[in-house]
């Protein structure tokens, strides 16, 4: 039976390094070389080949998505994306914001992907109000499955409350 869109979309709260998907999507920077937050989680889960990777990729613009292995992950594959930083949203940020969840599910589907799982990215370090990341991340999300049926789960991996709340409001 075909799902619709709704019905491939689902919260968890957690850590996203667990998840046995397809792919898991981490919220990078754009040398792509680990930071903090989920990205030094899936870095340090992930093991130093990961690192030994992405040093070949020459970093991510904002907005834009590459993928590598998943090494020690339960998951094949990462996708690594890079959020915008937030300076009060006059300044392109919802477009970038955007195109990370577009990027990395037309790369997904590229690779054939089909089981796929996102942080809150942008919700952290970068500062990006969580009301209006859940928004942008669900409309992008809702609108690209609506498009594309080759995608069957898409989760939506929450570590924080706050955030957590926000994202269950868009159910
Ligand atoms: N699983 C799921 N979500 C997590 C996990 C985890 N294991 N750990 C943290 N989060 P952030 P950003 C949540 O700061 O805002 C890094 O240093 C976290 O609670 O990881 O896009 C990069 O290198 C928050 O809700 O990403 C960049 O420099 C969400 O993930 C910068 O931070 C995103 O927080 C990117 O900042």
């Not at 390094?17 to 989680?41: E, H, P, R, S």
């Not at 409309?139 to 709340?165: C, G, P, S």
């Amino acid at each position: 039976m075909k799902k619709n869109v709704h019905d491939k979309i689902e919260i968890l709260r957690g850590d996203i390094t667990k998840l046995a998907v397809d792919a898991i999507v981490n919220a990078a920077n754009t040398t792509l070389l680990g930071g903090g937050g989920v990205d030094g989680a899936i870095h340090r889960a992930a093991g130093p080949e990961l690192l030994a990777e992405c040093c070949t990729l020459g970093g991510c613009q904002p907005g834009e998505a590459k993928m590598t292995r998943g090494y020690r992950l339960p998951a094949r594959f990462i996708i690594h994306t890079v959020g915008p930083v937030w300076r009060g949203g006059n300044q392109h940020e919802p477009l970038i914001l955007g195109n990370c969840y577009s990027n990395s599910l037309n790369l997904a589907v590229e690779k054939e992907i089909k089981t796929i799982a996102f942080p809150a990215i942008g919700c952290g370090a970068y500062g990006y109000p969580a009301d209006q990341a859940a928004r942008i991340a669900f409309k992008t999300t809702r609108d690209f499955l609506a498009m594309h049926n080759q995608i069957q789960r898409v989760i939506f991996v929450i570590w924080d409350e706050r955030v957590y709340k926000a994202y269950q409001q868009m159910l």
